[in-house]
Nanobody, 131 residues
Framework: QVQLVESGGGLVQAGGSLRLSCAAS????????MGWFRQAPGKEREFVAA????????YLEDSVKGRFTSSRDNAKNTVYLQMNSLKPEDTAVYYC????????????????????????WGQGTQVTVSS
């Protein structure tokens, strides 16, 4: 079993920044993708960002491009989401996700944006952006 523990959420004013972290522990895989989804009240869950197994490929949801960056440190089994220029519409619970990967190359973006394809989810961390 894999455990994912997120941290770094909180309350911030519009225009501010937050950095989310997610540490994976437990069962290990040779290669695994990690990423982030979010869900706002009354809305469907949506993809935010993902990194392939070595961090060489990063995918971002269009509305966060230019504001968010996603990175990972495999030595620490940790993925990060740096969120800058936050907007009230970024308010949501942010979930860390993980899934094993077979390919050593960059898979298509479509391989990373579907939540049901991730085997492991964190408990979520609340991000609230006030206007």
């Amino acid at each position: 079993q894999v455990q994912l523990v997120e941290s770094g959420g909180g309350l911030v004013q519009a225009g501010g920044s937050l950095r989310l972290s997610c540490a994976a522990s437990g069962r290990t895989f040779r290669r695994y993708a990690m990423g982030w989804f979010r869900q706002a009240p009354g809305k469907e869950r949506e993809f935010v960002a993902a990194n392939n197994w070595n961090g060489g490929c990063t995918y971002l949801e269009d509305s966060v491009k230019g504001r968010f960056t996603s990175s990972r440190d495999n030595a620490k089994n940790t993925v990060y989401l740096q969120m800058n220029s936050l907007k009230p519409e970024d308010t949501a619970v942010y979930y860390c996700v993980l899934k094993p990967e077979d390919t050593i190359n960059c898979a298509p973006r479509s391989d990373y944006v579907i939540g049901d394809e991730y085997d492991y989810w964190g408990q979520g961390t609340q991000v609230t952006v006030s206007s």
